[in-house]
Nanobody, 124 residues
Framework: VQLQASGGGLVQAGGSLRLSCAASGRTFNTAVMGWFRQAPGKERAFVAGISWNGGITDYADSVKGRFTISRDNTKNTLYLQMNSLKPEDTAVYYC??????????????????WGQGTVVTVFS
C-alpha cells in the first residue's frame, strides 16, 4: 500500500481543515487505517483509527469530539475532518495502514505502511 497525505495548511484557532490520504493497492479496503501526528520535539502520537469497513473508530482523548475519521473504500481514500482546531494541534500529520490485524491499534509500531506527512499549523 502506498499512501499520500494532503490537506494540511495554516489555519486560525477555531477553524477547520480536512486531511485526505489517497491509497494505492487492493489491500486498502481491508486495512485498519490510522492518523498520527508529531509535534516539534515530541514523539509521534495516535490521533484516530478506523476499522476496514468504517464501522469502528477510535480517538485520542485530546481530539475526541473535534476530529472525525472516515474512509471511502470506493475511492481508496481516508479522511480526517478537524474542527475547532487549537494551537496544540500543530504538527505533522501522518496516515498509516495496518494490513496484518483487524483491530485498531494506538501503537505506531503496529502500522506497516506510512504516508509522507502533511503539515498543520494552527495560530491563535
Amino acid at each position: 500500500v502506498q499512501l499520500q497525505a494532503s490537506g494540511g495548511g495554516l489555519v486560525q484557532a477555531g477553524g477547520s481543515l480536512r486531511l485526505s490520504c489517497a491509497a494505492s493497492g487492493r489491500t486498502f479496503n481491508t486495512a485498519v487505517m490510522g492518523w498520527f501526528r508529531q509535534a516539534p520535539g515530541k514523539e509521534r502520537a495516535f490521533v484516530a483509527g478506523i476499522s476496514w469497513n468504517g464501522g469502528i473508530t477510535d480517538y485520542a482523548d485530546s481530539v475526541k469530539g473535534r476530529f472525525t475519521i472516515s474512509r471511502d473504500n470506493t475511492k481508496n481514500t481516508l479522511y480526517l475532518q478537524m474542527n475547532s482546531l487549537k494551537p496544540e494541534d500543530t504538527a505533522v500529520y501522518y496516515c498509516a495502514a495496518e494490513t496484518r490485524h483487524s483491530a485498531i491499534s494506538r501503537a505506531s509500531y503496529s502500522y506497516n505502511y506510512w504516508g509522507q506527512g502533511t503539515v498543520v499549523t494552527v495560530f491563535s
